[in-house]
């Protein structure tokens, strides 16, 4: 009976792992785009230099 129980807590963990990685992945796409988004929109200064839109 241990081993069934075994296989079935690795198989929701390796589910829930994935599922992670997943809403990860998508959280990472949703980031580039909106710094992609500010690099572009942000325009350049006086000095030709890039102004920073982010404070780090």
Known sequence: ???PLLVL???LLLFG?????KIL???????LVLWLV???ACGTRSA???HRWYRW
Do not use: K
């Not at 792992?17 to 990685?21: D, I, K, P, R, S």
């Not at 992945?25 to 980031?31: I, K, P, R």
């Open 1 to 3: 009976m241990v081993r």
């Open 9 to 11: 807590l690795l198989a």
């Open 17 to 21: 792992a994935g599922f992670a990685v």
């Open 25 to 31: 992945w998508w959280v990472g796409v949703v980031v």
């Open 38 to 40: 500010g690099f572009v």
């Open 48 to 50: 030709g230099r890039r």
